[in-house]
């Protein structure tokens, strides 16, 4: 039987028992398309990243002999349309079964069961063979409860899968080491230089430029960093357990003006294309922990796990439980713009400025800097959830919506109410100073409220609060912060006020 099988752009892994053997009867296809280049604005090295690493692949599936049908982004045949190149294979070649993997996202999920529903061939849907949960999972876990707490399902995952287990209780005696991973990086420990790749991708970059796709950030065309192939996904990941991981939670949560990555994996773009998979990630970790038990603290390890083990296999779950309304979801009703200096990085708050530069320039943040920095302010300038998560797709190379979307719209933003998060993470000036030297050389202060020269997340924050207290009031985890609010002098209130409603009329002037 002639059989089709679709291999989305997230969905390569070379290790899925699709490949296990050749079969002359099945054609591989991989589309570039304007449909996914053009749903928002994304960074350069976001597109160029994907079309390299699925580039490499279909050239490594016809290497094992495998048929595969490969329409690059500016291919005559291309009709730039998910389901009409789908529909152009299976007339030309007189297909009689269509099999595709599971999507990731829910947008391509409903498009491909809405085309399935129509065709008069056999059709078939295949797992990814990538995660360590189904899509349902989670769902079912927290069946009947009222609070999703990411920490009861990461107790679970660990039980269920004997990672950094002893029996059935945590190996150190704790299940959760955050309270050792808020180290703030001074430059007393030294930090090994990255690992790049250097990969030459002019080709690629020529033919988005030559097809006009609008694009964000910046891109070296002979010296693309990302890994885009299995082999140096795994290279990557070599690097962090041989050179990072050490030190990784203590510094995971740490800033610094001079350090991109401090002593982080970057290993989220190859996971999220799948190209390398959770648990080869999680392997290889367990055993370098084990190897070298004498020079690495389990707080390291169990600090990477729990993103990966943890938040990532959470925030899946939540998506595909919470989907499609999920994405409607406003629940402070914040309605302003987002600052034009998120697309431009000039801004004289010198944390803002070196977390959009960075994004700019790299594609890439940690997750302090997304959540306690762009995050932080966009949430307290009140910014309607839609820009913010349109921006968060877009910037970073890893960003995909079943991940992206949860970590926006519920972690950073709390506009699920708090489904996801406690609490909203808002926060004055004196975190940012706490966990880096952003505020070390800024042009405001980080002690003052309401003068010219002012941190401007201070006058923000208590301005959210009393904006919100009728929403946020209620919630046990805020009522310390509002219990100081409501202590506040009245003149002091409106001051605060003053100021705060100065910085959100004039944003890009500060």
Same mark, same amino acid.
């Given at each position: 039987?002639?059989?089709?099988?679709?291999?989305?752009?997230?969905?390569?892994?070379?290790?899925?028992?699709?490949?296990?053997?050749?079969?002359?009867?099945?054609?591989? *296809?991989? %589309?570039?398309?304007?449909?996914?280049?053009?749903?928002?604005?994304?960074?350069?090295?976001?597109?160029?990243?994907?079309?390299?690493?699925?580039?490499? !692949?279909?050239?490594?599936?016809?290497?094992?002999?495998?048929?595969?049908?490969? %329409?690059?982004?500016?291919?005559?045949?291309?009709?730039?349309?998910?389901?009409?190149?789908?529909?152009?294979?299976?007339?030309? +070649?007189?297909?009689?079964?269509?099999?595709?993997?599971?999507?990731?996202?829910?947008?391509?999920? @409903?498009?491909?069961?809405?085309?399935?529903?129509?065709?008069?061939?056999?059709?078939?849907?295949?797992?990814?063979?990538?995660?360590?949960?189904?899509?349902?999972?989670?769902?079912?876990?927290?069946?009947?409860?009222?609070?999703?707490?990411?920490?009861?399902?990461?107790?679970?995952?660990?039980?269920?899968?004997?990672?950094?287990?002893?029996?059935?209780?945590?190996?150190?005696?704790?299940?959760?080491?955050?309270?050792?991973?808020?180290?703030?990086?001074?430059?007393?420990?030294?930090?090994?230089?990255?690992?790049?790749?250097?990969?030459?991708?002019?080709?690629?970059?020529?033919?988005?430029?030559?097809?006009?796709?609008?694009?964000?950030?910046?891109?070296?065309?002979?010296?693309?960093?990302?890994?885009?192939?299995?082999?140096?996904?795994?290279?990557?990941?070599?690097?962090? *357990?041989?050179?990072?991981?050490?030190?990784?939670?203590?510094? @995971?949560?740490?800033?610094?003006?001079?350090?991109?990555?401090? !002593?982080?994996?970057?290993?989220?773009?190859?996971?999220?294309?799948?190209?390398?998979?959770?648990?080869?990630?999680?392997?290889?970790?367990?055993?370098?922990?084990?190897?070298?038990?004498?020079?690495?603290?389990?707080?390291?390890?169990?600090?990477?796990?729990?993103?990966?083990?943890?938040?990532?296999?959470?925030?899946?779950?939540?998506?595909?439980?919470?989907?499609?309304?999920?994405?409607?979801?406003?629940?402070?009703?914040?309605?302003?713009?987002?600052?034009?200096?998120?697309?431009?990085?000039?801004?004289?708050?010198? *944390?803002?400025?070196?977390?959009?530069? +960075?994004?700019?320039?790299?594609?890439?943040?940690?997750?302090?800097?997304?959540?306690?920095?762009?995050?932080?302010?966009?949430?307290?300038?009140?910014?309607?959830?839609?820009?913010?998560?349109?921006?968060?797709?877009?910037?970073?190379?890893?960003?995909?919506?079943?991940?992206?979307?949860?970590?926006?719209?519920?972690?950073?933003?709390?506009?699920?109410?708090?489904?996801?998060?406690?609490?909203?993470?808002?926060?004055?000036?004196?975190?940012?100073?706490?966990?880096?030297?952003?505020?070390?050389?800024?042009?405001?202060?980080?002690?003052?409220? !309401?003068?010219?020269?002012?941190?401007?997340?201070?006058?923000?924050?208590?301005?959210?609060?009393?904006?919100?207290?009728?929403?946020?009031?209620?919630?046990?985890?805020?009522?310390?912060?509002?219990?100081?609010?409501?202590?506040?002098?009245?003149?002091?209130?409106?001051?605060?006020?003053?100021?705060?409603?100065?910085?959100?009329?004039?944003?890009?002037?500060?």
């Amino acid at each position: 039987m002639k059989t089709l099988r679709l291999v989305l752009g997230d969905q390569l892994n070379s290790k899925h028992s699709w490949f296990a053997e050749q079969n002359s009867n099945i054609l591989y *296809c991989l %589309f570039e398309m304007r449909q996914e280049t053009d749903y928002v604005t994304h960074h350069i090295q976001k597109i160029v990243g994907f079309f390299a690493a699925m580039r490499n !692949f279909a050239a490594a599936l016809q290497k094992e002999n495998h048929k595969v049908v490969y %329409f690059n982004i500016d291919d005559d045949r291309n009709t730039q349309n998910l389901i009409k190149n789908i529909q152009l294979l299976i007339e030309e +070649n007189g297909i009689e079964k269509f099999e595709y993997l599971a999507p990731d996202e829910h947008r391509l999920d @409903q498009q491909l069961k809405d085309f399935s529903k129509n065709l008069s061939i056999e059709v078939a849907q295949f797992s990814t063979e990538h995660f360590y949960t189904e899509k349902e999972e989670l769902a079912t876990f927290f069946k009947g409860k009222k609070q999703f707490l990411m920490e009861n399902f990461y107790r679970n995952m660990r039980k269920k899968h004997q990672i950094l287990m002893v029996d059935q209780q945590p190996e150190g005696g704790k299940w959760n080491y955050d309270a050792s991973n808020r180290k703030k990086w001074k430059g007393d420990v030294l930090i090994p230089p990255e690992i790049n790749f250097d990969n030459d991708v002019t080709e690629i970059l020529n033919a988005i430029e030559k097809a006009d796709i609008k694009s964000i950030g910046k891109i070296n065309a002979k010296y693309f960093e990302y890994p885009i192939s299995r082999a140096q996904a795994l290279e990557q990941l070599n690097y962090f *357990c041989e050179h990072l991981l050490v030190h990784f939670g203590d510094y @995971q949560d740490a800033m610094h003006t001079d350090k991109i990555y401090l !002593f982080h994996s970057r290993i989220s773009f190859a996971m999220n294309t799948k190209m390398i998979a959770p648990k080869e990630i999680i392997n290889k970790t367990l055993a370098t922990y084990r190897e070298r038990k004498d020079e690495i603290d389990i707080s390291q390890v169990e600090g990477f796990i729990r993103q990966i083990l943890g938040w990532r296999e959470y925030m899946r779950g939540m998506y595909w439980m919470l989907m499609p309304d999920y994405k409607k979801s406003n629940f402070l009703e914040n309605k302003n713009q987002l600052p034009d200096f998120f697309w431009t990085g000039k801004t004289k708050m010198n *944390c803002l400025k070196n977390a959009v530069n +960075n994004s700019l320039d790299n594609g890439y943040a940690h997750h302090i800097q997304r959540l306690m920095v762009t995050g932080n302010f966009a949430l307290l300038a009140q910014v309607n959830p839609d820009e913010i998560d349109a921006w968060y797709l877009g910037i970073y190379a890893d960003a995909i919506e079943w991940v992206q979307l949860p970590n926006t719209r519920g972690m950073s933003q709390f506009a699920d109410g708090g489904k996801i998060a406690t609490k909203p993470y808002v926060s004055s000036g004196s975190y940012i100073s706490k966990m880096g030297n952003y505020c070390d050389n800024c042009h405001y202060k980080k002690t003052k409220k !309401f003068e010219d020269d002012a941190c401007p997340f201070n006058s923000l924050y208590w301005n959210f609060l009393d904006d919100k207290q009728e929403k946020l009031s209620s919630n046990f985890r805020m009522r310390m912060m509002y219990s100081v609010l409501n202590k506040m002098s009245a003149e002091d209130r409106s001051k605060i006020k003053e100021k705060a409603n100065h910085i959100l009329e004039n944003l890009d002037a500060y």
